[in-house]
């Protein structure tokens, strides 16, 4: 008899394909199956790609050693998406399989659910002769209560023994029974009185705007054509994207398929997933790497399973084994959280349209400030355009006063962290019971400390960056590497005894807040306050319900919240991000200053908006106060286009670290002229050192690969690091780069 031979994805970086045979004892393997294989002294888990490969020639083949599953484990379009990803983003198929299956499935274990034993009268208890006292109050108690867990049973006050010796006797049965973890129970989404529970989500019926209708119309025929087609839905914040995406998800699911949503940020999760759940009851799963591994798992099979219609995550969602898939909304398209930034390097979005066209669905990107990518796509006629050009009832978007930071310093020193005006419009907000939030960009209390005789600045130790200064905890702490110590009471360099600290954080507003404002309920969010889980939900659910006057916070207040009570936005410095050597730093500017404008004012009361900056003229800026996309996109495309920048060109960014700068800089100088050599129509830039030349005591160099033919420039690179094998654990390739600091 011929034996099986498979083909195998491993995980081990930078690794094809590998082919193993099958011995007949061990039965067959399907596509998306996970084996044990040998590969060199070790055993690793793999994922079956092809279950009829051919023998190689010349090559010695090894067998494999197990058939974890005897069925496809993921489903094989998932694993055929898995292998565009490792192949698009030059990660190798094995790093791709393993993101799209739960943690310990990549460890090869098999799946695990929890269970929970449930005791019941078997039927000759009824009869059964007089027992002793402790079996009688056993039996009493099942009686009232069938089908109680041992566990209960035990804080009941009947003994395992007990219950034993009444299995043995044939007078109790056991049921197994698995308990699902629950995301939605730990989220408090099903909570009575929270935010996003059941009873304050809105319903089914209300009427739609004459936009929505008109937008949802063009999609539900779009979604029913079952073929291929990404849409954009622009839409202004409060303009009620949400509610199409509802509707457009019910008429997918009522015609028989289903729907995966997107969200960038594990915070965004419950609130969208509490609207889902409220409309479409129990066949709502979500996925995010803040689950614990049980749920994690406990919900991946439920949706392997069938049991779910509509899929809520963060990017590493768009691997979910559902089937069927009629629908992919990806929420906030434009968001950076969507790429994720280690092997494999991929983009939520782009692999969302990918399978898009795999399962011939719809995908729908949303956004109040689409990225450069998906509206020059649109505008090009790639995918279709939609648009949202008004708030729901008309409401007003917010009233911007700019206000130039330099005069303020002239005329109050530089010192100061709230303007007149801003200070103005909160206390207005205060003395009405309103709501504001406050976003700077930045977090700690004071961004550098330096000495005043020689201009020194505290640097960490082993990244390029200034120390922040943290109040609270009395400690600078570097933001790259988590470094922390005690400030000094001189100078490093100097010995100098007076240090300063000059710039600010979110730590320091509050502060000024609270001093000025000693009766404000202030509330604070960013990396330092929200460490742990389900704390991000806690204090949104507080702002919700009107227990804070004051938000601050970081970039994460500024994302798809819905406050109806904020009517003051304030932004602290809206330069914070301009600085940074980043070809997306104005258009990341533009976004968060679009978004956190959009917080204020989707209630009844009118929004105001404050923003504060030093460089009152910059486009980004002007921009996003006349809330005018347009004029950004373009602005901001002229920009990309003359310095050869996506989505004018293709981009692939590759640092090359080294234990020295001078070390770094050659072997990158090696890789990349090897690259030139193997893609000579494309252009090689750099190296240079990065930006941030060292980070975690690693130094790094980076060159830029640019051109039109993507797959070539790819190519190019791989080739080059096959020459270089010894440079690989030390490269970073980065496919359609988010950021290249
Ligand atoms: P976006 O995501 O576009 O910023 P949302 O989907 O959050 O906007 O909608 C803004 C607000 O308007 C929400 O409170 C939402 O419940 C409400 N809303 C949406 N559609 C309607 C409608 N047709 N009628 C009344 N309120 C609506
Ligand atoms: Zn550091």
């Known amino acids: 008899l011929p034996s099986q031979i498979i083909s195998v994805g491993v995980p081990v970086p930078g690794l094809g394909l590998l082919s193993y045979r099958v011995p007949s004892r061990l039965g067959e393997a ?11 002294h070790r055993v690793v888990t793999g994922c079956v790609v092809d279950p009829c490969a051919s023998a190689p020639d010349n090559a010695e083949i090894r067998d494999v050693l197990q058939i974890i599953d005897p069925e ?4 094989p379009r998932v694993v055929d998406l898995a292998l565009w990803v490792g192949a698009y983003y030059a990660a190798g198929p094995g790093d791709a399989l393993a993101i799209a299956m739960p943690p310990a499935a990549r460890r090869g274990e098999r799946s695990a659910f929890r269970t929970v034993q449930r005791a019941e009268l078997a039927g000759a208890a009824q009869a059964g002769p007089p027992r002793g006292a402790r079996q009688r109050a056993a039996l009493d108690l099942l009686r009232i209560r069938p089908g109680l867990t041992l566990q209960e049973c035990v804080r009941q006050g009947v003994g395992v023994a007990t219950m034993r010796s009444l299995v043995r006797h044939g007078l109790v049965t056991l049921r197994e029974e698995i308990v699902e973890r629950d995301p939605f129970a730990s989220a408090g989404v099903d909570q009575p009185g929270s935010l996003w529970s059941v009873e304050a989500a809105p319903d089914d019926r209300r009427a739609l705007t004459a936009e929505q209708t008109a937008v949802l119309r063009q999609l539900r025929d779009w979604a029913a054509a079952g073929h291929y087609r990404t849409a954009l839905l622009h839409g202004v914040t409060g303009s009620g994207k949400t509610e199409v995406y509802l509707r457009l998800a019910r008429a997918v699911t009522d015609a028989g398929r289903r729907v995966l949503v997107l969200v960038p940020e594990i915070g965004l999760t419950p609130v969208v997933a509490g609207l889902f759940r409220a409309r479409f009851g129990l066949r709502v799963a979500i996925q995010h790497s803040g689950l614990s591994e049980g749920e994690r798992h406990d919900q991946w099979h439920r949706i392997r399973r069938g049991e779910v219609d509509i899929v809520v995550g963060t990017r590493s969602a768009v691997f979910a084994p559902l089937e069927r898939v009629g629908l992919i909304i990806v929420d906030e398209e434009h968001d950076a959280a969507y790429k994720q930034e280690e092997t494999p390097r991929y983009h939520g979005r782009d692999v969302a349209i990918v399978r898009a066209r795999l399962e011939a669905a719809l995908a729908l990107l949303g956004s109040a400030t689409p990225s450069l990518e998906s509206a020059s796509n649109a505008r090009r006629g790639r995918y279709a355009h939609l648009v949202l050009t008004r708030r729901i009832f008309d409401r007003p978007l917010a009233d911007v006063e700019v206000v130039d930071m330099r005069r303020e310093y002239a005329a109050h020193g530089a010192d100061v962290v709230l303007s007149e005006r801003l200070a103005a419009r909160l206390e207005e907000r205060l003395e009405r019971g309103e709501q ?16 005043r005789q020689c201009g020194a600045s505290l640097e960490c130790p082993h990244c390029s960056v200034a120390l922040t200064y943290h109040r609270a905890a009395r400690r600078m702490r570097c933001h790259y590497c988590n470094y922390a110590a005690a400030v000094p009471a001189r100078c490093g360099a100097c010995g100098g005894e007076y240090l300063e600290q000059s710039g600010f954080g979110t730590e320091r507003i509050e502060h000024e807040v609270r001093a000025r404002f000693p009766t404000a309920r202030v509330a604070r969010v960013d990396r330092d306050t929200i460490r742990r889980r389900g704390a991000l939900a806690r204090v949104l659910r507080e702002v919700g319900r009107g227990a804070v006057d004051v938000l601050i916070g970081t970039q994460m207040i500024a994302k798809g919240h819905d406050f109806p009570a904020v009517t003051l936005a304030g932004v602290i410095a809206a330069d914070v991000g301009l600085g940074l050597a980043d070809f997306r730093a104005a258009e990341r500017t533009f976004q968060l200053l679009t978004q956190v404008l959009g917080r204020a004012g989707r209630g009844d ?4 908006a404050v923003v504060q900056t030093l460089y009152p003229d910059h486009y980004a800026i002007r921009a996003a106060a006349a809330q005018d996309y347009d004029a950004f996109f373009r602005r901001e495309l002229e920009f990309r286009s003359s310095l050869h920048y996506p989505p004018a060109t293709a981009l692939i960014n590759v640092f090359v670290k080294g234990r020295s700068l001078e070390r770094a800089m050659a072997d990158a100088l090696d890789l990349a002229t090897r690259v030139r050599q193997h893609q000579p129509q494309g252009r090689v830039i750099g190296p240079a050192p990065a930006a941030l030349s ?17 797959t070539a420039m790819r190519e190019a690179v791989q080739r080059a690091l096959e020459e270089r094998p010894d440079l690989r654990r030390r490269t970073v390739v980065d496919v359609d780069p988010i950021s290249v600091i």
């Open 30 to 40: 399907f596509k998306g199956a996970r084996v044990s294989v040998p590969l060199g």
């Open 72 to 75: 496809p484990f993921l489903p």
């Open 436 to 451: 504001s939030v406050l976003l700077l960009n930045r977090r700690g209390f004071a961004s550098v400390i330096f000495c």
């Open 605 to 608: 009361a009118p929004g105001q």
């Open 694 to 710: 060292k980070i975690k005591d690693e130094y790094r160099a980076q060159f830029f690969v640019k051109g039109s033919r993507r």
